[in-house]
């Protein structure tokens, strides 16, 4: 991969001026849905700079309220929900809303004339039960058209699979920040530098490898998998030269982080279905089918064990979803399994 972000590298490339670039390549374009990544941005910047103050003007903890999945909600995830949706609101693109951290749709398309297009999902602050701890967290988010001719805004509008999305991404709170994003045309990463406040394109053009060693699965659930997830357990914990096994295990418990990992070095992250999570753990809407779209421009697959993530047409906005993403030869492998042995009802 190219390095464009040393600091004798000529052509520095902010996010606004690849947006803009991007754009212009559009015939047509408006201009409003680069306004719309722009106002994304800047929530996460907002959301960012929150993130990093967070030990020290005591905003951990929780606010002891509950949200719609039963979680108990911590002050930063409010925090990150309520500066999306005030960027978006102000920013006048999007025209309804869909949140983790609410249970409703939020319609934004009121008498005031918003004339906003552009539904946007989200997961304001994903992996949040690590913050108090430390650990990275993550923003993901997706986007839909309102279909033509529609009315008001509402649900229904949203409820679109995951293959009409146009533009999807996130953005890691890590080490350092970075949003990697995708409008159907590869995958952009960008990293923050907070000296001048500017997301700038650090991973230009992201492929993920075909295959890899690492595979992220919560194992403490295993006695609950699938006989078939049980068995591709096993196979990837044998010793076999040839196919590099055993591979390796990680699983921070931050699926933003544990994908972006994966993304970028190879590897393959399952939450399937278990005794507890039924339905599997991640949601279809604002988890599984923005990160199902990156992984696939970038040349990877993401299904639920048996079907295209992006084929699924969803019927709630909260509904969840097993999900195996990552590389493409490797996520095909634990198919195979799946397929192989399925659970008895
Ligand atoms: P959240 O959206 O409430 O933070 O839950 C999603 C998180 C993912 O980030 C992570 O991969 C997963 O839940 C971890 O779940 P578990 O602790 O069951 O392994
Ligand atoms: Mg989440």
Redesign the pocket.
């Known amino acids: 991969m190219k390095d464009v972000y040393s600091p004798d590298h000529k052509h520095i490339m902010t996010l606004e001026q690849f947006i803009i670039d991007q754009q212009e390549r559009e015939p047509g374009a408006t201009g409003a849905f680069s306004r719309l990544l722009r106002d994304i941005s800047i929530a996460a910047k907002i959301v960012n700079r929150d993130i990093r103050r967070a030990g020290l003007v005591d905003i951990f903890g929780t606010t002891g309220e509950v949200n719609v999945?039963g979680?108990t909600q911590q002050k930063l995830d409010a925090l990150a929900h309520s500066e999306f949706v005030r960027a978006l609101k102000r920013g006048g693109e999007c025209c309804l809303i869909g949140s983790?951290e609410h249970a409703e749709a939020i319609p934004l398309a009121t008498q005031s004339g918003n004339e906003g297009k552009y539904i946007v999902l989200m997961?304001p602050l994903?992996?949040?039960?690590n913050i108090d701890v430390n650990v990275s967290v993550g923003t993901i988010f997706s986007i839909y058209y309102l279909p033509d001719d529609y009315g008001e805004p509402d649900l229904d509008a949203a409820l679109q699979a995951g293959s009409e999305q146009i533009g999807a991404g996130y953005v890691v709170y890590g080490s350092s920040t970075m949003l990697v994003y995708t409008t159907g045309h590869g995958v952009n990463g960008f990293t923050l530098d907070p000296s001048v406040g500017e997301f700038l394109l650090s991973h230009p053009s992201i492929t993920t490898p075909k295959r890899g060693k690492v595979y992220s699965i919560?194992e403490g659930?295993t006695e609950s998998f699938d006989e078939g997830l049980q068995e591709y357990i096993r196979w990837v914990q044998h010793h076999d030269k040839e196919t590099s096994r055993p591979y390796k295990t990680r699983?921070i418990?931050?699926?933003?982080s544990?994908f972006h990992r994966n993304l970028l070095k190879g590897g393959i992250y399952i939450?399937p279905a278990t005794k507890k999570n039924k339905e599997g753990?991640?949601r279809l809407m604002y988890?599984s089918n923005p990160m199902a779209f990156i992984v696939e421009q970038a040349g990877g697959r993401a299904t639920n064990g048996h079907e295209r993530i992006l084929d699924i047409q969803p019927s709630k906005l909260h509904q969840r979803t097993p999900l195996f993403i990552g590389s493409e030869e490797m996520v095909k492998r634990a198919e195979s399994f799946m397929q192989r042995k399925q659970v008895k009802a």
């Open positions: 999945q979680e983790e997961d994903d992996g949040s039960s919560n659930n699983y418990g931050s699926f933003v544990d939450y753990k991640l988890e």
